[in-house]
């Protein structure tokens, strides 16, 4: 199962504009759209700045392009199922594919109920209208007829006066207005209809009336007001509950109660648009799914953040790495990661690498491939990446990776590795001394090959900050050497052939180390003999070991 930070239901103004937000946030974010915008029928979007006019399918083409262009995946979907899953959500697709989510943003939207009058629904978008604001200038001085459903109607008639001097209310199923009412009306000279309507008169696919009884009143437009419905479709096992939108004691439509940043009562679900306001304009729903893409990724940095502190470290280690920053800090240095030579196990390995244009294969390891092979791709931290060899290879297979070493020229040669492979935009390399600073977020593979202790803190402190770092449903996939190397005449390489100088864990060793507890599925543990042979002809072997671990999904309940 594939998780990500945020999985975004519905693809329209609000769902896309989040998602955007989320995507320039670096968050891994997935939007599920069926296509079934409210405003598709309507010639154009209106009253949304520097797109005036343009037509709804094609703004959303856009808005895909722009949120894919920050690795959003768009996917033509509907979600099936939704529902809690422990601390994260599990949403089921139409096609039954299972995904895992941090949290969700619906941008579901509503569906409008119109006046049960024969013909008139398939003019909606049309020449059917409900808001002045949104289609008054387009019918700016034609014949407009407002259909009274309700006692909203008059108000109606009097607004889109405004746009055209040849309006005429049909009372139709609504109440009698006051003599108050027919006052102002024949004030703003509105023409009054009594009687039901029965149909539309329509000639060449064009309005051109409304049948009462047996004669036609002629329009060019109609008006009326909606029952806006909130759509909850296929994420009803959320437990959201839809509130009744009333207007003067008068329930005019459903929606789902959100505060000003779209979180909503159900922890981790966050709403915006049509959903959270059903009058909302294209482009208050857009800053509304904005605002709510800013605040989800508040809400995971706030997680991610929590998660760091509660990594634990012996006080010994705690304290050299607590004097390491202040230290760092104090000289002026950047971030955590130390910048300069002054930071010996960085030279080192800069020292390392800089003995030839490229120490590795450049190959991805073939245990590794071998592991991932049923694995859904989707985010990768690879530990220790060096010159990329692995990287390159998740990338190639689909995976969005984040790719981490601390030899500045081991990652440089990775860059030019990945764009000579055409996948450096997959790839997200980051220069981390893993004893100081980790990578963000949670991934669905976490990659430690061969990876080495690093400075005061053990190899398996860092393991542990990598099982905290995996989602649930991820893999967390180990490989290392098990006991000593040795040449083929027995003796024992030194460090940085192969050698290092301690003994190795075995597969047991290594679960112990990571103290996992109850969470996790044991997939593999093994040893293999492996043999390599380096330029100068000498043979090293070894024992390798494998330790493919999977993060339980927490049960509900």
Excluded at 95 to 114: I, K, N, P, Q
Excluded at 309 to 329: D, H, K, W
Aim: with cysteine.
């Amino acid at each position: 199962m594939t998780t990500y930070d945020v999985v975004v239901v519905g693809g329209g103004a609000a769902g896309l504009a989040g998602a955007v937000a989320l995507g320039r946030a670096r968050r891994s974010v997935l939007v599920v759209d069926a296509g079934e915008q409210r405003n598709l029928l309507a010639d154009g979007v209106h009253n949304f700045l520097t797109r005036e006019g343009t037509p709804p399918a094609e703004l959303a083409a856009a808005g895909r392009k722009e949120a894919e262009s920050y690795g959003v995946r768009v996917l033509n979907a509907t979600v099936s199922a939704a529902e809690p899953d422990g601390e994260a959500f599990r949403v089921t697709l139409d096609d039954g594919t299972v995904v895992g989510a941090s949290r969700l943003l619906l941008a579901t939207g509503v569906t409008d109920e119109l006046p049960p009058v024969p013909g008139l629904a398939a003019r909606w978008g049309r020449d059917l209208l409900h808001c002045p604001y949104c289609h008054g200038w387009e019918v700016r001085d034609r014949a407009l007829g407002i259909i009274s459903t309700g006692p909203f109607a008059v108000e109606q008639a009097l607004l889109w006066r405004q746009w055209s001097a040849d309006v005429t209310l049909f009372l139709h199923t609504g109440p009698e207005p006051t003599e108050a009412q027919y006052e102002q009306l024949a004030a703003r000279g509105v023409a009054v209809v009594d009687g039901e309507i029965t149909g539309v008169a329509v000639d060449d696919d064009r309005l051109t009336g409304v049948r009462i009884s047996s004669r036609v009143v002629t329009r060019d437009a109609l008006v009326t007001g909606t029952t806006m419905h909130a759509s909850l479709a296929g994420v009803e096992g959320l437990g959201l509950v839809l509130e009744d939108l009333q207007r003067d004691g008068v329930t005019i439509g459903t929606f789902v109660k959100a505060d000003f940043a779209g979180k909503t009562d159900v922890p981790g679900v966050y709403a915006a648009g049509n959903l959270t306001a059903p009058a909302a304009q294209v482009v208050a729903s857009a800053a509304a799914g904005t605002m709510a893409g800013a605040m989800i990724n508040m809400d995971l940095v706030a997680r991610d953040t929590a998660a760091a502190v509660a990594l634990r470290f012996s006080p010994e280690q705690e304290r050299n790495v607590t004097e390491r920053v202040l230290g760092e800090r104090r000289h002026g240095l950047e971030n955590t990661m130390p910048q300069d030579s002054s930071d010996e196990l960085a030279r080192t390995w800069d020292e390392r690498y800089s003995e030839g244009d490229m120490i590795w294969s450049g190959e991805p390891n073939q245990v590794l491939v071998t592991e991932v092979a049923d694995l859904t791709p989707g985010r990768v931290l690879d530990l220790g990446c060096g010159e990329g060899g692995d990287a390159v290879w998740f990338a190639r297979q689909g995976w969005q990776v984040t790719a981490v070493d601390i030899s500045q020229v081991a990652l440089e040669r990775a860059q030019r590795h990945a764009a000579e492979a055409g996948v450096g935009e997959r790839i997200d390399f980051q220069r981390h001394n893993l004893a100081v600073s980790f990578p963000e977020g949670e991934f669905d593979l976490v990659s430690a090959q061969f990876l080495h202790s690093w400075g005061d803190m053990p190899r398996e402190a860092i393991l542990r900050r990598a099982a905290a770092a995996v989602a649930p449903g991820g893999v967390l996939l180990i490989e290392g050497h098990s006991g000593v190397p040795h040449w083929e005449d027995g003796s024992q390489p030194e460090h940085g052939h192969g050698g290092h100088g301690h003994p190795l864990p075995s597969p047991g060793e290594v679960i112990a180390g990571l103290a996992l507890g109850d969470g996790w599925e044991v997939l593999k543990t093994d040893e293999h003999a492996r043999s390599r042979t380096f330029p100068d002809g000498r043979t090293i072997h070894h024992v390798d070991n494998t330790v493919k671990l999977r993060r339980r999904v927490p049960s509900q309940g």
